[in-house]
């Protein structure tokens, strides 16, 4: 049987002022499959799907749905031809209650009639085997859960084009598995089913077809048998990436260069996140800690950066006890901080490159004498982070919200990295970041590992954990659920401790 085309974008234009975001690109989509998306950031993606979910209108070329040409000028036009978005971060209301949310904003609900409701939300969800109970509060579900609720809201809605925007970064791997199972099944009963990725291994395992964008430009259209993982890859960034893993040096030493005893940490509403923990980390090695993001990673990073304050524990590096130290103070004793909000913490977006390499050095008598900054000496440092990193950017006095979030990061890394610190806490670093850009993250936090330091890498990506970690832990509910070496744990393993029903084993 000849397979349908439900979606065909033609020659897709859309221009912005100096950028322009889709080329003449073409899309296809066929009833009944699971289509990847893939592309680094600023390739077009979401352009692309913006156009065809109403958010945006295309400068030129054409949109058929079912064969039919549609002109859409709003995401509620695209609803009624049966397309839906769900995207990364879901728009739920949590004192609401599964079956509220769903028809939340419908203008035909006039009375709430919530047993009929409910009847109905299960009978939807049962056609399509999406298990879910509608008549819980969305604050009682997991995040799994919670995305279940927002695929619902759409299918409530007769959507059958289904367009997801990056959908496992914040699941477990059991999650994972349970979402594409879902969305297999509604595949099967006709829906078309696109999703917006990163994820290598998820593109081979649960795609029919891929489609990849290069700078806004179409690079190739093909059947996952058609390919691997590494074509994707230098199809995305042009040239050949690697994928394996790329810490391959053991270079731990019997150093114990950060020593964390029975630390315990409360969140913004003073409940405990951290929960009597303790660690060692060894000079020369990475330890990934992975877990779903909300289980106390922030402020255990942000607790030893001396950006939080701890109820009890004891800190230690090298030796010396930095338990009440300042953070200018931890900065003095070896302690680099790469926080997950690179704009909110480690950034200021209206200043220049100078000024945001110079945060923690301006006040050494190299660059200030009496008070007066020598702005030749920072800016001549500035050049040098620009060239050593590669870093692209106008040149030092450009502002920091010119550049790319790829290459805010390595200026990050850079102006952490310049004194050689022993201790280097990086939390989510690529998060946001295309593959590229990522290559270069991960090359420069080996480099520092290799060199001695020793690394915290937090992370939700278990191919970056795989990738890149010497020790692995889990953290689940404030705590490590053990820790092991990389080559000893699989990743069955991981997502059981991510969600709290197993511990890794070996050392705690």
């Not at 680094?40 to 295309?58: D, Q």
Request: charged letters at 25%; aromatic letters at 6%; one cysteine or more.
């Amino acid at each position: 049987m000849a397979e349908i085309a439900t979606v065909e974008m033609k020659q897709i234009r859309k221009e912005f002022p100096a950028t322009l975001a889709n080329d003449n690109v073409d899309f296809t989509a066929y009833k009944g499959e699971i289509h990847a998306l893939l592309g680094e950031n600023g390739a077009g993606k979401s352009t692309l799907m913006n156009i065809l979910t109403g958010v945006l209108r295309p400068d030129g070329g054409e949109i058929l749905i079912n064969g039919a040409r549609v002109s859409m000028k709003s995401p509620g036009d695209a609803l009624a031809l049966g397309i839906g978005m769900i995207y990364q971060h879901f728009k739920l209301v949590k004192p609401f209650t599964v079956a509220e949310n769903i028809v939340l904003g419908m203008e035909q609900v006039k009375i709430l009639k919530k047993q009929a409701l409910e009847q109905q939300v299960k009978a939807l969800s049962e056609e399509y085997k999406i298990d879910i109970n509608p008549a819980s509060a969305i604050w009682q579900l997991s995040i799994g859960e919670q995305q279940r609720v927002e695929i619902l809201k759409v299918l409530y809605r007769k959507a059958n084009i289904l367009i997801l925007d990056e959908p496992t970064a914040v699941l477990t791997p059991d999650e994972v598995r349970e979402l594409f199972g879902t969305l297999r099944n509604m595949a099967a009963m006709g829906c078309t089913i696109i999703f917006i990725t990163h994820k290598m291994n998820e593109v081979m395992e649960f795609a029919d077809r891929i489609t990849v964008l290069r700078d806004g430009r179409l690079v190739k259209a093909l059947k996952k048998e058609e390919t691997t993982e590494q074509e994707l890859a230098q199809l995305m960034v042009g040239r050949e990436i690697s994928m394996g893993r790329r810490n391959t040096e053991n270079t731990t030493r019997n150093e114990a260069i950060l020593r964390v005893k029975g630390l315990t940490v409360l969140n913004d509403k003073k409940l405990k996140a951290v929960n009597d923990l303790s660690f060692d980390l060894y000079a020369g090695e990475i330890l990934g800690i992975a877990g779903v993001s909300g289980n106390g990673q922030k402020e255990l990073m942000e607790a030893l950066a001396g950006l939080r304050p701890t109820v009890s524990g004891h800190l230690e590096v090298r030796g010396e006890d930095i338990s009440r130290s300042s953070p200018r103070e931890r900065i003095g004793r070896g302690v680099a901080f790469i926080p997950e909000d690179r704009y909110g913490f480690a950034l200021i977006k209206t200043m220049t490159v100078t000024e945001n390499a110079s945060l923690k050095c301006y006040r050494k008598p190299e660059f200030c004498r009496r008070g007066v900054l020598n702005y030749r000496k920072l800016e001549q440092q500035a050049g040098r982070f620009i060239e050593e990193f590669e870093i692209k950017v106008g040149g030092p006095k450009s502002l920091v919200q010119s550049m790319s979030g790829g290459n805010a990061q390595k200026l990050i890394l850079a102006r952490e990295t310049a004194e050689n610190p022993s201790v280097i806490l990086a939390s989510y670093p690529v998060r946001g970041l295309d593959i590229k850009a990522t290559e270069s993250i991960h090359k420069i936090l080996v480099q520092e590992k290799s060199r001695g330091a020793g690394v915290l890498l937090v992370s939700e990506d278990l191919d970056e954990i795989f990738q890149l970690s010497d020790r692995v832990a889990v953290m689940y509910e404030g705590t490590f659920m053990g820790i092991l070496p990389v080559g000893e744990v699989g990743l069955e393993q991981i997502g059981m401790a991510m969600a709290g029903a197993a511990r890794l084993g070996g050392e705690a």
